[in-house]
């Protein structure tokens, strides 16, 4: 596993904006995709973003495309999650997750699981009231 650690949660009305940030420690983000999950209470951990390392390539949730975005600055070695336009149903706590060993899986099935990432942060709190 690779240390990862995130930044940037807080509190904000709802239709605001926040950017989550995510650094691995003592080493270079250099992998196969990095990716973005949130849980709440009760719940399950679900995917929000992912992103393929090489190539670029993005993927959302339904229920976040079009307002989150996922990127990443290869020369801060970090991997960042804008949130706009918020809802109060955002809130939750986000995780990043890396995957740093192969997979045999492509494409957006394969960024929506948990199973494809073997290192974890330890989460930042995210809410957004009404």
């Known amino acids: 596993q690779v240390p990862l650690v995130e930044s940037g949660g807080g509190s904000v009305q709802a239709g605001g904006s926040l950017s989550l940030s995510c650094a691995a420690s003592?080493?270079?983000?250099?992998?196969?995709?990095m990716g973005w999950f949130r849980q709440t209470p009760g719940k399950e951990r679900r995917f929000v973003a992912g992103?393929?390392?090489?190539?670029?390539?993005?993927y959302y949730s339904d229920s976040v495309r079009g307002r989150f975005s996922i990127s990443r600055d290869s020369a801060k070695n970090t991997v960042y999650l804008r949130m706009d336009y918020l809802k109060p149903e955002d809130t939750a706590i986000y995780y990043c997750?890396?995957?740093?060993?192969?997979?045999?899986?492509?494409?957006?099935?394969?960024?929506?699981?948990?199973?494809?990432?073997?290192?974890w942060g330890q989460g930042t709190q995210v809410t957004v009231s009404s």
């Open positions: 992103l393929a390392w090489s190539s670029g390539s993005t």
């Open positions: 997750a890396g995957a740093f060993r192969p997979v045999s899986c492509v494409g957006y099935a394969c960024y929506i699981q948990r199973s494809t990432y073997d290192s």
């Open positions: 003592g080493r270079t983000l250099s992998n196969y995709g």
